[in-house]
Structure formats: structure tokens, C-alpha cells
């Protein structure tokens, strides 16, 4: 299999990592996220992960607490993540360096361009944590954003489902899922796949997004490799 795709960026959901437990890390499903991740490094891809905080805390649970409060202690919460998921990735040989956009340079160096650029030329895999670092953005928002800046050539979302749907499949037997959309189609019908910022900065810069399930089989290669997967979501 040769990859479509040389440079990547993978958002992960927490609550991913957290497994059927819900709450914390969960080795095995950090290892098989790892699995697949080594496997597309070793086929020349570079990867640039932003992974989200949903596993320990989410804004939402601040009830009554000022929202750039919640959001920043969610920011905190991705650094736990990204050192966690440093630590399983370079047991496998693989250099990485997590980047942080809110400074905490005792462990970790400071989110600049420049520098994750280099980390690719190097053959590093690059975690940017901390979001954005600025309230009222999502992780999504800056996994678009850090997309756009590295010049990814996609923006994989590794969900919990296997693509989008007009509606809850967990509710709903009869959801219909699609295979491809329109950034226009997501805003248009608010789909709730990605977020709004996230969906208008891809389609301002070009950039195609797959949703996918990460729990499948190869799904990761699959992804890089062009394979059709999840939902495509694309310029008109």
C-alpha cells in the first residue's frame, strides 16, 4: 500500500483513549491507536496529532464557572494526553515532541511553526497540545487551524462512529449515513461531525476532511492510502 496523503494531521477524541471505562487513559486502546500510527510513520507519512481532553474534563462540566476558565483547564487536560501518547509512541522507537500553544516550556517547547516544521524533516511526530491556547475554540477548531499552518494534505478525524450521519445511528436504526460532503453541506445543515470555525477554515484553505472510525481495521492506513472510508467531506 502507498500512501495518498505525505503529510497529516489526526485529530483524536479523548474520550477515545478512555475506552469503555469512560474516564482516564486506557492502555490497550492507547496501543492500538499507537499500532496504527507507527504503521503510517513507516510509510513515510508525517503526522501531526491534536488530541482532545473529553477522558478528563470537558467545559461543559464547569457548571457555574467562567466558560475561559472550564476551557482553559481543558487545555491543561490535553497535556496530560499528548505526554501520555508521547510516552507509548517513543517506546516504539519513534521520536516525538509535543508542542504546547500555552507555555509550559518544564515539559514540553512552546507551539512555533518553524520548529514542528522542522520536527517533520527530522522524521518526529508532532503533538500539539493546549488547543489554540484562547477560550471559546474547540480542539477541532484547532485542528483545522494547525492544518492549515503546517500545509497538511488532509485532516483526519478519528470519531467513535464510522462516518456521518443525518442523525444519531445510536438513536436512530434508520440514519443514513454519507460518503461524502460539502463543507457547504455541513454548515448548511449543521451537522455536528466538526465544528462550524473548524469546517469554514478547511474549506477556506483547501483542505479535504475525513471522519472515520478509528476502531476499525487499518483504519488509519486505509485513510492515508486513499481508501474509501468514513465520510469525505470536501470543497464544492
Not at 41 to 67: D, S, Y
Not at 130 to 159: F, H, S, V, W
Not at 173 to 194: C, G, M, N, W
Request: net charge negative; aromatic share 4%; proline share 3%.
Amino acid at each position: 500500500m502507498e500512501p495518498k496523503y505525505k503529510r497529516v494531521v489526526l485529530k483524536l477524541s479523548g474520550e477515545a483513549l478512555a475506552g469503555e471505562q469512560h474516564f482516564g487513559l486506557n492502555n490497550d486502546v492507547i496501543q492500538g491507536v499507537v499500532d496504527q500510527i507507527v504503521a503510517i510513520h513507516e510509510m513515510g507519512v508525517e503526522i501531526g496529532l491534536v488530541i482532545g481532553a473529553g477522558n478528563f474534563w470537558r467545559g461543559r462540566q464547569g457548571t457555574g464557572m467562567e466558560r475561559a476558565t472550564a476551557d482553559q483547564m481543558g487545555m491543561l487536560a490535553t497535556v496530560m494526553n499528548s505526554l501520555a501518547m508521547m510516552d507509548a509512541i517513543e517506546k516504539r522507537g519513534i521520536p516525538v515532541r509535543v508542542q504546547t500553544a500555552l507555555n509550559m516550556i518544564s515539559v514540553a517547547e512552546p507551539y512555533i511553526l518553524r520548529k514542528a516544521l522542522r520536527h517533520f524533516e527530522k522524521g518526529r511526530i508532532v503533538i500539539m497540545a493546549c488547543g489554540t491556547g484562547n477560550p471559546y475554540c474547540t480542539t477541532d477548531t484547532a485542528a483545522a487551524q494547525r492544518a492549515c499552518e503546517i500545509r497538511a494534505d488532509m485532516l483526519l478525524l478519528a470519531k467513535n462512529v464510522d462516518g456521518i450521519y443525518d442523525s444519531d445511528p445510536k438513536k436512530n436504526p434508520d440514519a443514513k449515513k454519507y460518503d461524502k460532503l460539502t463543507f457547504s453541506e455541513i454548515l448548511e445543515h449543521r451537522l455536528q461531525a466538526i465544528d462550524s470555525t473548524a469546517a469554514s477554515m478547511c474549506r477556506e484553505n483547501d483542505i479535504p476532511v475525513l471522519a472515520f472510525a478509528l476502531s476499525e481495521e487499518n483504519a488509519l492506513m486505509r485513510a492515508v492510502c486513499g481508501e474509501k472510508i468514513g465520510t469525505l467531506i470536501v470543497n464544492e
